[in-house]
């Protein structure tokens, strides 16, 4: 797949500088070079030594000297970055440094916003980060009250995008929190990001019952019976390509998958349990909803294999790519 031409680049922020997010980004440049111009926010001391990097001062200019380096913005970090050992004199500079990526593509000098990982523990306790992750920090930031989280393959054919409902939540507050208001705004923040993001005129969008074979006519539970039934109903009748809805266990083999543009899923596993089967490398995070592209590796810190140069760039790559290809849509 190739990346579209730019005329600003993806804007990636640095993450935890103790995880793999530092040598991944040398990776990933290494893997593009002038093809796919992103700007990487955070301390060059952080980087793997011998990183090839120019420092610049405006995202600009990493468009007319991608081949110089890695292009960075520098942003000092009070604190040496050990792998695998998080510092809390860091914390709070991971927090600015993605509200400076916020900052430049609200203000469009980035085409795009892709996120390295972070550690929510490690940002509260060393700087009282008070959001459950990255998503919610950035719908703060961006003063959205309602975002969705989609997982989107990069290698599995036909391709696969999960959206659950419901994220980090125990299984047992699923019922309470999988109500027809969530389900109606999950489908049209998805029905507008596959629109705009993606290209698809009039996209298709399969919802997973709640229930064992989507309850089975009551059998196996009545959430189908009692409202998931009548809410799609509703929305189709709004112009809504939507079918569901449907039995969980049949619904992201290859051939279902060609029947479908997305799936709306009601709880977090019942969506990542498929995609990180099908395409675990190659899965990418994406936030819909924003006023800004913002997409971001799907994998954590890793902290156990940091500095170790095993780290796979392979999801960080594919996160890059589609962030441009996403914001390349918008602009379009």
């Not at 804007?11 to 893997?31: Q, T, Y």
């Not at 990526?101 to 469009?108: A, E, F, N, S, W």
């Amino acid at each position: 797949m190739s990346a579209p031409a730019l005329d600003r680049p993806v804007i990636l922020s640095c993450g935890d500088p103790s995880g793999i997010g530092p040598e991944l980004a040398a990776r990933a440049w290494e893997h593009f070079g002038a093809r796919l111009p992103f700007v990487w926010i955070g301390d060059p001391a952080h980087l793997p030594r011998g990183t090839k990097i120019r420092e610049i001062s405006q995202p600009s200019e990493a468009i007319t000297h991608a081949s110089a380096g890695l292009p960075v913005l520098p942003h000092p970090f009070p604190a040496a970055a050990e792998p695998g050992k998080p510092d809390p004199a860091n914390a709070r500079a991971v927090i600015d440094v993605i509200a400076r990526g916020v900052d430049l593509v609200m203000r469009g000098q980035g085409s795009a916003l892709t996120t390295a990982p972070i550690h929510k523990k490690a940002l509260h306790d060393g700087a009282g980060f008070a959001f459950p992750g990255h998503t919610e920090f950035l719908a703060h930031l961006a003063g959205v009250d309602r975002v969705v989280m989609m997982l989107a393959s990069s290698n599995a054919n036909p391709p696969l995008r999960v959206v659950p409902a419901t994220i980090h939540i125990a299984l047992a507050d699923v019922p309470t929190a999988f109500t027809p208001h969530l389900l109606r705004e999950t489908v049209r923040i998805t029905a507008e990001g596959l629109r705009r993001d993606f290209g698809f005129e009039s996209p298709r969008i399969a919802v997973a019952g709640l229930n064992p074979h989507a309850g089975e006519g009551g059998a196996m539970g009545h959430e189908e019976l009692d409202w998931m039934i009548d809410e799609i109903a509703s929305l189709r009748a709004e112009g809504y390509a939507l079918s569901g809805p449907l039995p969980a266990d049949t619904l992201f083999h290859a051939r279902a998958r060609q029947t479908y543009d997305a799936a709306i899923c009601a709880y977090h596993d019942q969506a990542l349990i498929p995609i990180k089967t099908l395409d675990f490398d190659g899965g990418v995070n994406i936030t819909l909803g924003l006023p800004f592209v913002r997409t971001s590796p799907d994998h954590g810190t890793a902290y156990d294999i940091a500095g170790l140069g095993r780290a796979n760039p392979a999801s960080l790559i594919a996160a890059l790519e589609m962030a441009a290809r996403m914001g390349a849509a918008r602009r379009d």
